[in-house]
């Protein structure tokens, strides 16, 4: 696991361990999860604003947000450790202790939040950092991962009241303002990997051209996708398909069409040789870097932005995979509903928003309007 915090790495990569016979599972898990608990324990001491680290007290500040942060699911144990950390500088700028903070401090945080985006010059390749306000979305989520680490103290009668509960929040707009591509700039950028992979003959093309297309095709998450892996390839209704685990840490299934499993096999194939094993002993994660570890999100939008770029379209992100999934399916005749199991969503509304900006321009009663109403007029 790692935390990140102001763009610096705070604790060190776990690389999974792996297991023989029912007694080696049993080790490993333990093992594996003592290594996280001395993880997360290693980023919490470097947080800011919480009274100095003191092993003998079970209860003290430290101690309660390692076992908040345990207690979490790994992409959710990410982003509430980010957001916990910016609210905690917030206080140590302002000299305010956090375990009787008020309302009105969270207002006043509220009011101050802040992202830095950085953008990278296609052209030089200069990265320019820019702070801005942060969006409602951001905002929204900040809230609500300080409030449930203050829950989680109140539960261990460490703090006496939850200064967020009550505080306004923004509501977040009725779509995405991620980018996303239209059915035929996703044909296009999915055949640009393509020739690119059959051009340059190598494992890191063969690998970009498969793990965007399961991602174009499926809608994964980014998590979803770095952390696949060949024991949950499976076969359902006589189908090819993937298990996954997704947000919130149940289990799910999205199928694999063939033309994501041919990607794939041409990957593998590549991968096979340069491991010296044969394609059907591979194992672990499904996509890997040249040293064999598990590719990171960051990894997957590093080099989305420069090849959609080098393809002649809008700047991506890794997440633009899954909006333009969404967009695509609704494009092409799927229910929103189809959408929301597909996008293994709770609630149909935020399958709505993935999809809102399509069926704003597609799905508008403009054109209808536009056809009742003729030409407009001679020339």
Same mark, same amino acid.
């Given at each position: 696991? #790692?935390? +990140?915090?102001?763009?610096?790495?705070?604790?060190?990569?776990?690389?999974?361990?792996?297991?023989?016979?029912?007694?080696?599972?049993?080790?490993?898990?333990?093992?594996?999860?003592?290594?996280?608990?001395?993880?997360?324990?290693?980023?919490?001491?470097?947080?800011?604003?919480?009274?100095?680290?003191?092993?003998?007290?079970? &209860?003290?500040?430290?101690?309660?947000?390692?076992?908040?942060?345990?207690?979490?699911?790994?992409?959710?144990?990410?982003?509430? +450790?980010?957001?916990?950390?910016?609210?905690?500088?917030?206080?140590?700028?302002?000299?305010?202790?956090?375990?009787?903070?008020?309302?009105?401090?969270?207002?006043?945080? /509220?009011?101050?939040? #802040?992202?830095?985006?950085?953008?990278?010059?296609?052209?030089?390749?200069?990265?320019?950092?820019?702070?801005?306000?942060?969006?409602?979305?951001?905002?929204?989520?900040?809230?609500?991962?300080?409030?449930?680490? &203050?829950?989680?103290?109140?539960?261990?009668?460490?703090?006496?009241?939850?200064?967020?509960?009550?505080?306004?929040?923004?509501?977040?707009?009725?779509f995405s303002p991620l980018p996303a591509l239209a059915t035929e700039q996703v044909e296009r950028f999915l055949a640009f990997l393509d020739e690119r992979a059959a051009t340059l003959e190598t494992e890191v093309a063969l690998r970009e051209?498969?793990? +965007?297309?399961?991602? +174009?095709?499926?809608?994964?998450?980014?998590?979803?996708?770095?952390?696949?892996?060949?024991?949950?390839?499976?076969?359902?209704?006589?189908?090819?398909?993937?298990?996954?685990?997704?947000?919130?840490?149940?289990?799910?299934?999205?199928?694999?069409?063939?033309?994501?499993?041919?990607?794939?096999?041409?990957?593998? /194939?590549?991968?096979?040789?340069?491991?010296?094993?044969?394609?059907?002993?591979?194992?672990?994660?499904?996509?890997?870097?040249?040293?064999?570890?598990?590719? /990171?999100?960051?990894?997957?939008?590093?080099?989305?932005?420069?090849?959609?770029?080098?393809?002649?379209?809008?700047?991506?992100?890794?997440?633009?995979?899954?909006?333009? @999934?969404?967009?695509? @399916?609704?494009?092409? %005749?799927? #229910?929103?509903?189809?959408?929301?199991?597909?996008?293994?969503?709770?609630?149909?509304?935020?399958?709505?928003? &993935?999809?809102?900006?399509?069926?704003?321009?597609?799905?508008?009663?403009?054109?209808?309007?536009?056809?009742?109403?003729? %030409?407009?007029?001679?020339?």
């Open positions: 696991m #790692t935390f +990140f915090a102001e763009g610096a790495d705070t604790g060190r990569e776990l690389e999974p361990i792996g297991s023989s016979g029912a007694r080696g599972a049993d080790v490993d898990a333990r093992a594996a999860a003592e290594l996280l608990r001395l993880d997360i324990s290693s980023a919490v001491q470097l947080l800011p604003a919480l009274p100095p680290p003191d092993r003998s007290d079970r &209860y003290h500040p430290r101690a309660l947000t390692v076992l908040w942060l345990v207690d979490a699911a790994a992409n959710t144990r990410r982003g509430y +450790f980010r957001d916990l950390a910016d609210w905690l500088a917030h206080c140590e700028r302002n000299d305010l202790d956090p375990l009787h903070a008020r309302r009105p401090d969270i207002d006043a945080w /509220k009011a101050a939040m #802040t992202v830095t985006r950085r953008t990278r010059d296609s052209a030089t390749g200069t990265v320019r950092e820019s702070v801005n306000p942060a969006a409602p979305a951001t905002v929204c989520r900040r809230l609500a991962a300080v409030s449930s680490w &203050y829950e989680y103290l109140i539960g261990g009668d460490l703090a006496l009241r939850n200064p967020v509960r009550g505080t306004s929040r923004p509501k977040p707009p009725d051209a498969a793990q +965007f297309r399961l991602m +174009f095709t499926t809608g994964l998450r980014v998590a979803a996708a770095t952390s696949a892996r060949f024991d949950e390839l499976t076969e359902e209704a006589g189908r090819a398909a993937l298990r996954y685990t997704k947000k919130g840490g149940q289990s799910d299934l999205v199928p694999l069409p063939e033309t994501v499993l041919r990607a794939c096999e041409r990957y593998w /194939k590549a991968r096979a040789i340069r491991e010296g094993v044969a394609r059907a002993e591979l194992s672990g994660p499904l996509f890997v870097s040249l040293r064999g570890s598990a590719l /990171k999100q960051r990894d997957l939008d590093r080099r989305i932005r420069a090849l959609s770029v080098a393809a002649g379209l809008p700047e991506l992100t890794a997440h633009s995979t899954r909006r333009s @999934a969404a967009e695509v @399916a609704l494009a092409n %005749g799927a #229910t929103i509903e189809q959408i929301q199991d597909l996008l293994g969503l709770a609630d149909i509304r935020i399958a709505r928003r &993935y999809a809102a900006n399509s069926y704003k321009i597609t799905g508008s009663p403009a054109y209808t309007i536009a056809d009742a109403l003729g %030409g407009g007029g001679q020339s």
